[in-house]
């Protein structure tokens, strides 16, 4: 389902995955139409966490963020599905990443990247916490698209590692 909420064009044009990892249709309507999911749920894949988002009152998955080991750290992802974009639901996402990561991973320091042009994924950033950092301009998509990024990172003073 996650997958699935990424799959159109307009998140694939920001998010540039390979077509192995994308849900085409009908499945991805069939997938997002499904809304008997009342919590979300934390899932670890190789070297990244991610965190199902459900909408509590429709069940519905709203979004994915995840939490994944770098060569230059950990790093925030994230998306939304169509049907919850544009309400100012990114911040909260991002911040449920920041109190998985800093809260129960017990990682010091995360750091998420947007396209330039992406105003709301860059809003929802600054307003989730993350400041502003020195990174490499241009960042190369899954798909091999090059994009002017802006980088943000966020640390927590005394984060904390679940047992």
């Known amino acids: 389902m996650g997958l699935a909420s990424a799959s159109d064009y307009e998140a694939q044009y920001r998010l540039g995955w390979n077509a192995t990892h994308i ?8 997938l997002l139409d499904t809304g008997s999911r ?3 749920r934390i899932m670890q894949f190789k ?3 991610y965190l199902h988002g459900v909408d509590s009152y429709t069940g519905q998955h709203a979004g994915m963020v995840s939490v994944g ?3 230059h750290g950990y790093e ?6 169509p049907a919850f ?3 100012r639901l990114g911040s909260e996402l991002y911040g449920a990443a920041l109190t998985l990561a800093h809260e129960h991973l ?6 998420a990247g947007a396209e330039n042009t992406n105003t709301a994924c860059r809003r929802a950033l600054e307003t989730a916490g993350f400041v502003a ?6 960042h190369v998509l899954p798909n091999g698209r090059m994009v002017n990024s802006s980088w943000y990172a966020h640390t927590a003073s005394t984060p904390r590692r679940c047992s």
């Open 47 to 49: 070297d990244a966490w």
């Open 76 to 81: 925030i992802g994230g998306w939304l599905a």
């Open 38 to 40: 009342r919590r979300g």
């Open 133 to 138: 950092m020195q990174r490499a301009p241009v």
């Open 23 to 30: 849900v085409s249709e009908p499945r991805r309507s069939q």
């Open 69 to 71: 080991r770098q060569p």
């Open 85 to 87: 974009r544009r309400h």
């Open 106 to 111: 017990g990682i010091a320091t995360v750091v």
